[in-house]
């Protein structure tokens, strides 16, 4: 058997999860994160390497001998990391800069959806300097409500509904003179607002060959009943009932097997993580979005179903062969709750210690997001997002139960969870 020295980037609940994957295989050899975080490191050793210096990147993998990269958040890769690699013959899952822009420019992938026939929402694209004609196309041209959107990355904070044309202006004052928005707008979109519910599809692609991982709904508001200000994610739940096996085999069919073919004949194939937020409209599934990675909180629930060896997937991916691969998945329900510091997602303190941890009920897994190990050695807090309890179970509501008796054994002064994840999945079975 092939064994690969392994380098994974990225510090949060997401990574854990890849690391807690990768780590079970036995084509392992060494494994590092950078730069990881306590949970991370329960895997692999956690280095202190600085992700956004491709050539500190570059220099590490030719030391250690690493055999692959593993990519876990959009911003090396949209930075163009993969490629930057690739030049130095170092293999990477995740993809290239080109293709990264499906996530990197919203613009962009209005353009390839709207060319190659892919269901989304209608949209007009505006330059920074077009902002006269975009109030004029706003006041005469379009019915409300309707979602304004910056172009580039910005941290869940570009995307604007506007129910009328009033927050329509105020929204455009935001995006243009905001300093960190402003930077991700040098375009902005306009598009049609979609009603319905929504849901994340997950699949992996080598390039040509795509195949289904996982769907799973988020809940990126802060309070119960989804109200309040947006978050990374405060929880998530797999597989969700709102797409039954039909309407998946059509989402493969109609929207992912096309944009990873629209990728190919755009010559930026498309190889990792296909990430795909779908609104539920009365005309059938539609993209919301294309993220080029996996989710956080997502992938917390979606790797654990994963029964094929997730390091070997990824390596014969890179190889280009994932047409060869069976995916095996768990027939299993699987929720995680996020535990949250007091404040977020405004400010919130740091440096709290969290006990519990070991005493939570058998089969529930917790990762770690923002903690650290301070001076005394005690796990403390160390962000918005602190962990990730994710409860398994045959129906839904065991998965969502067990999750819960894993929060209620571990606490941190001014820990904050929602009470409601994965309830609305609930809704489709009658227990
Ligand atoms: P995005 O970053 O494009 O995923 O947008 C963030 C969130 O805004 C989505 O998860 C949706 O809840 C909402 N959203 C974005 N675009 C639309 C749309 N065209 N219609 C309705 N809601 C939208
Ligand atoms: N859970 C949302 C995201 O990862 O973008």
Excluded at 149 to 168: H, Q, R, S, T
Excluded at 241 to 258: E, F, G, N, T
Excluded at 378 to 387: A, E, I
């Amino acid at each position: 058997m092939e064994h690969l020295n392994v380098l994974l980037i990225g510090s949060g609940g997401r990574e854990h999860a890849l690391a807690w994957a990768i780590s079970q295989s036995p084509m392992l050899d060494h494994f590092y994160i950078a730069p990881g975080n306590p949970g991370t490191s329960q895997h692999g050793e956690n280095i202190d390497l600085d992700i956004d210096d491709f050539e500190d990147v570059v220099d590490f993998c030719e030391t250690h001998k690493i055999d692959l990269v593993v990519v876990g958040p959009e911003q090396p890769l949209v930075d163009g990391i993969t490629d930057y690699l690739n030049d130095y013959g170092i293999n990477v899952f995740g993809p290239s800069k080109g293709a990264a822009m499906l996530e990197g420019s919203k613009s962009y992938a209005k353009s390839i959806m709207h060319k190659y026939g892919i269901p989304t929402a209608g949209s007009e694209v505006f330059e920074r300097h077009e902002i006269s004609m975009l109030e004029t196309y706003l006041s005469e041209q379009v019915n409300f409500p309707v979602v304004l959107k910056v172009d580039g990355l910005a941290a869940g904070k570009g995307v604007f509904i506007c129910d009328n044309l009033d927050d329509a202006r105020k929204y455009i004052d935001k995006i243009m003179n905001d300093v960190d928005l402003s930077a991700a707008a040098p375009i902005i979109v306009v598009e049609e607002f979609m009603q319905g519910e929504e849901v994340s599809v997950f699949a992996i692609s080598d390039g040509t060959t795509v195949k289904y991982l996982s769907h799973a709904q988020d809940h990126k508001r802060i309070g119960e009943g989804d109200i309040g200000l947006n978050t990374g994610g405060m929880g998530a739940y797999a597989p969700a009932p709102v797409l039954s096996q039909d309407m998946l085999d059509d989402v493969m069919k109609r929207i992912i097997q096309p944009t990873v073919d629209a990728m190919a004949s755009e010559e930026t194939p498309y190889l990792g993580i296909v990430y795909c937020g779908l609104m539920i409209t009365s005309e059938g599934p539609k993209v919301v979005e294309y993220n080029c990675r996996f989710g956080d909180p997502e992938a917390q629930v979606i790797l654990p179903s994963l029964k094929t060896d997730l390091l070997e997937l990824m390596n014969t991916t890179v190889n280009g062969k994932l047409e060869y691969v069976s995916i095996d998945l768990d027939s299993d329900y699987f929720c995680s709750v996020v535990m949250a510091s007091e404040g977020y997602p405004g400010s919130y303190p740091k440096g709290l210690p969290i006990t519990g941890i070991d005493d939570v009920p058998e089969g529930v897994i917790v990762f770690h997001s923002g903690t650290s190990i301070d001076e005394n050695a005690d796990l403390v807090t160390n962000g918005g997002r602190v962990l990730n309890v994710v409860g398994r179970g045959d129906t839904l509501k065991k998965a969502i139960v067990h999750a819960y008796s894993g929060v209620q054994k571990i606490s941190f002064d001014g820990a904050y969870h929602r009470r409601d994840i994965g309830e609305k999945g609930l809704r489709y079975f009658s227990e």
